[in-house]
Every structure is written in structure tokens, then in C-alpha cells.
């Protein structure tokens, strides 16, 4: 089972934000978390991997992913990437710099949506990084100013408007709630964290939005972009993969536990999301 560590970030107590660059030739940090949001620029290291929580890709020649949360063990490993210069900057920026009245403002909308996805990891397509990568460079190489700050602020307006941008952990293994959703989607994520292990009928799920079971699917699917059904089994996923990590059942009774009927089915489903069986999975971390 993987260890983690939460990491001692070189950012100042006066400072915004540190930006570390380097150039390598293979990855050795350890899988870690740490209090900090994270900006993660990687470029030339195609075949690398990539895991963030529960989700495990590899990665092209440009990654770049923002996470935040104490809770997001993150880690870049070799894989496949031939050893040669791997360019990669990273940017540690203090939370409490979104924290406060002044971040509430209609300004920072889109910023502040897209640190909520970001507890769970958020990735961002490869156009946008060729757009972005400059952006990224030159504030690797500027001094800590105001102007500096300026940049920051500007390039995390622009990674916000990114449409595309793609969540990587399920929020079932970070233990993310959403802020700020339907309160009856609320109601209905707190009904399925609570019974995840027992059958769920999506009439009784409808029954408590005062819905018939097809206006229901309607509805939820509208507003979180997934099926109940298929939110229902990521959540049993995500826990799951958590339990995998951090306890020492049985893949079987880890399926059971986690409201799987069959470990056939356990096994498919979970090889469909993650690519990789679970046993797989609780040895690769």
C-alpha cells in the first residue's frame, strides 16, 4: 500500500504564491498532499503517469492540473517517459488568499467555481496549455511583485473559462461536497452518502424531490451531469477505492460493503472507471 506525506511547502508566510521550476530527467517526489493549491505544469514527459486520488492516467507531452484540499494525494511517476529534459513548474499559492469578502465579489465567479472542482483535481486540455503555457513561463521567471501577483490572478481568470477542463478524483474518495448546488440535490447526495451500501430504487430518490422517476432522472442528470444511477456507482466507486488504499479487507468484502451484489460485477464496473481491476489498483498504490 502507498505511503504519503504532507509536504512542507517553501511558501513564505508573507507570500501569495512560491513558484518552483526545474528541469529533470525522471520523476522522484513522492505521493504527497499538502494545505496549499497547487498549479502543476509538466512539459515533454509523454508517457509519465499521473494519480491523483482515486484517478490514474498517463499523461502527453503538456499536463498541467490545479488542485486544491489537504485531503488530494497527488504523484507524477515515470511509466513509460524515456529519461531526457522534463520541464515541469510548479505554483504553490496560499489558500488564504481566496478566503474573505473580497472573493465573494461577482468577479471572482468563476474562479472561485473552479476551486471547487479542483478539490477533486481538475486537468486542462492540451490547447488550452499551448494558449496558457507562456503565461505559465513568465511567471516562473518573474520576482515576487505586485505585478507578479497581478499575473497569477490573470492566469487563474483564464484557466476558469477553460470549458473543458476535466475532474479527475471521484469526490466520494476525497470526501468533497459540493457547495453552493439544487438543495434538492443535496438532499439526494446526502440520502445516497448515507445508504450507499444498500439498494437505492431511483422512485424513492424521485419520491423525495416530489418527482415521478423520469422528471427525476431528468432533473438530476441536468444539474450534475450524470444519471442517478451512474452517480450512485461512482460513489460506490470512489469509497471503495478509498477503502482499497486504506484498509486491509478483502477486494471481495470491500465490494459487499460497498453495495456490489456480485464481485463479478464489482470487478467490471470498476475496471470500466479506473482501468484496472481493483486488486490492480491496491497494488499499484
Known sequence: MRESFTEITRLEPLDIFYVGERHK??????????????????????GATRTIGDSHETISNLDLVLMTGSKLVHVWEQGTCPLHDIYEITIHIDSDAFNGSFMSKRAFFSI????ERAQRGLAFPEPAIQILREDIVNLAHSNESFASVI??????????????ARELSSSSFVDVREDNEDERVHKVREYIAEHYMQDISIQELADMCCMNADAFSR????????TPNRFIIDYRLGIAARMLLTSQLSVAQIGYS???????HFNRLFRESKGCTPSEFRERF
Not at 530527467?25 to 509523454?46: D, G, Q, R, S
Not at 499575473?151 to 473543458?164: A, I, M
Open 151 to 164: 499575473r497569477l490572478w490573470n492566469l487563474l481568470y483564464r484557466l476558469s473559462l477553460v470549458e473543458d
Open 258 to 264: 460497498c453495495g456490489f451484489n456480485t464481485l463479478s
Open 25 to 46: 530527467t525522471y520523476f522522484e517526489y513522492p505521493a504527497h498532499c499538502h494545505e496549499v493549491y497547487e498549479l502543476n505544469f509538466v512539459e515533454n514527459a509523454a
Open 112 to 115: 472561485r467555481r473552479m476551486l
Open 219 to 226: 432533473f438530476f442528470k441536468n444539474k450534475t451531469g450524470r
